[in-house]
């Protein structure tokens, strides 16, 4: 994955996504920091476990379900990263069942 | 908290309305579900982000924060409206505090404006559900809300107008873009030349960025498959023949990390629908003051019919002063807004234009494998709905009850368009109680309220 800015390196902070550390800009979506770190799937669907990701990166499609601090559900492409999130990949309907 | 005018939605239809009537002494309350204002059009990076890529309309948008921030105008960000009631006293509208959304606060407003914006059409073909493929408009908010590139190499495909800007402004951030797709002919262009006269200086800036970042153009072709197990890794495209079917044996592979896809748009209508607002096929229907046909409910901007930034700020402007007027108990004087309306006119000619040039091409539909997902929620195949027609359904309604497409999380607005393709039905505007998924703690509290009226406020909604 590019970014087409490099540098701000020193205001980047820490998420984790699947136990692994990811570098997080400010001001960045959860979608926007994974796309960055090269992932682009974060659930996997109810029926087929499919891997799916942003779709209409607007918050219309619910397409990039993720979890957040263990909050399935959330949005990738609405909600902004924070420092020590912990993102995990959303399977089903995220929660036990 | 009260306020006279509720303007939901602040791109450019909601900030030029908000301004018009600021001005003329209306107590306004902006309401976006974004951090900052500027809707999709002016969508900006986060501060933290330091560094910018080349924005939509820069000094339209310098002028316009600038205004915003020098006005009375309450703007309040995250804010995501869920209904809009009509009651006694005036309208009031229902919002979640985000990004948790746990929380649902009041505005009640004598006047309401609907500048809620649209949402883009996809078309499904196999392939499209695999990650990697994101809307055309989804790559562009990713590049401009968060500075994020879709990849190294993207293919940017469908039909419309939003492919343009998508393609250069992806190039333009160093990405390699191997190809823009349109389904459309270029020869039918001259035909609508006339509507299109004002937007030539545009569409000539992007060719002039197509070829100086060395961009093939492929029109009058399509992506027929995207290609890939867990991401994509290509896509294939064919040539279209006069009829709007493939050509046999004009496949070809592109490799690419990316697909940013598009057919076309269509307006957030929910609110409106809620409120009982008369429709005129998929749009808000409006006066020429941009008045619904109910009682205090304004509309201007893709709400009203999708037909680009420069038409929503006439269309907010126009309804900014009709407010305004209206709500002083005086009738507003046309003449008064005539460059407005001007503009209004001719962005409205050029919106058709472009609508019959950019239609989906035809057959769609029929071309669509039994195993590709069309609903993408529910994971309902093109071949579901096709049993449930066999087996009776005659109406993209009943396809819904049989094999619940557009019953997910999305609730349909991903595959109307793709059902109605596949059930050979014109698409109809769906009715949404609720704009967007609402807890149902927030629902219960409602309840909670409307039958007991001291619990207003709630205790748990805090000041936004």
Known sequence: MRTPEDG?????????????????????????????????????????????????????????????????????????????????????????? | MRTELAVIGAGPAGIAAALAAARRGIRVTLVDAAPAPGGQYFRQPAPGLGESVPQHGGRTWTRLRDALAASPVDVRPEHHVWCVERESGGLTVHALLGPEQRASVELCADAVLLATGGYETVLPFPGWTLPGVVTAGGAQALLKGGLVTPGGTVVVAGTGPLL?????????????????????????????????AGKLPEAAGYAARLLRHRVPVLTRHTVVRAHGKDRLTGVTVAALDARGRVRPATERLLPCDALAVGHGMLPHTDLAESL?????????????????????????????????????LA?????????????????????????????????????????????PPAHWGEGVPDDTVICRCEEVTAGAVREALALGAGDTRTVKLLTRAGMGWCQGRMCAPGVAAVTGSPPAPAR???????PLGVLAAQHHRTTSPEHRPRPEEGSP
């Open chain 2, 432 to 438: 949404r109680p609720f704009a967007r998924p609402v």
């Open chain 2, 315 to 359: 269309e907010g402007h126009i309804a900014g002063r009709s407010v305004a007027a209206r709500l002083r108990g005086t009738t507003p004087d046309p003449d008064a807004w005539a460059p407005a309306a001007r503009v209004r006119a001719r962005g409205r000619t050029a919106a058709a234009a472009l609508h019959a040039l950019h239609g």
């Open chain 1, 8 to 97: 701000g390196t020193e205001r980047a902070f820490e998420v984790t996504f699947d136990g692994r550390p990811v570098e997080a800009l400010p001001g960045r979506t959860v979608a926007a920091v994974l796309w960055a770190a090269g992932v682009t799937s974060w659930r996997t669907t109810r029926d087929g476990g499919r891997p799916r990701g942003v779709f209409c990166g607007i918050g219309v499609c619910f397409d990039c379900l993720v979890t957040v601090n263990d909050r399935p559900n959330q949005r990738a492409c609405l909600v902004p990263a924070r420092p020590g999130d912990v993102i995990r990949t959303q399977e089903g309907t995220g929660h036990e069942n």
């Open chain 2, 164 to 196: 343009l800007p998508v393609a250069t402004g992806l190039a333009a951030a160093g990405v390699r873009v191997a190809a823009l797709v349109e389904s459309t002919h270029p020869a039918r262009l001259p035909r609508h030349a006339r509507a299109l």
């Open chain 2, 276 to 312: 009982g607002c008369r429709l005129d096929g998929h749009a808000v229907a409006v006066d020429a003051e941009q008045r619904t046909d109910v009682p205090g409910v304004w509309a201007a901007g893709e709400a009203t019919g999708v037909g680009g930034a420069a038409l929503a």
